[in-house]
């Protein structure tokens, strides 16, 4: 039996990945916040335990509340840190702006 040889070429335009970039500025400002606002409440939250643990309160109820303090300080802290990485991406894209601005009146001032 015979055996036929083909030969495929595949010409594919080579394209530029243009998604999203990732400022790693923005994603530190709120890792940071992140962490640091959720050690501040945790560390509230253990004292507030604490002292309701001295006053006698049930284990059930002091369980309850602090599950409860445990997710807010979660959802809050992570709420404060993507607030704060976007503060930090708009600062950066207006920084740009004004570095781009000041880059083109140079040029201008040199060609001139």
Known sequence: MERLEREVLIERPVQRFEGMRVAWSGVWAGVLLVLGTLVFLTTRGLALGVTA????????????????????SLLLAVFLGGIAGRAALRSVAARTAVQARMARELRERVES
Do not use: Y
């Not at 284990?59 to 997710?71: D, E, F, M, N, R």
């Open 53 to 72: 643990g001295a006053r006698n309160v049930e284990v059930i109820t002091l369980s309850t509340a602090a599950g409860v303090w445990s997710a807010r």
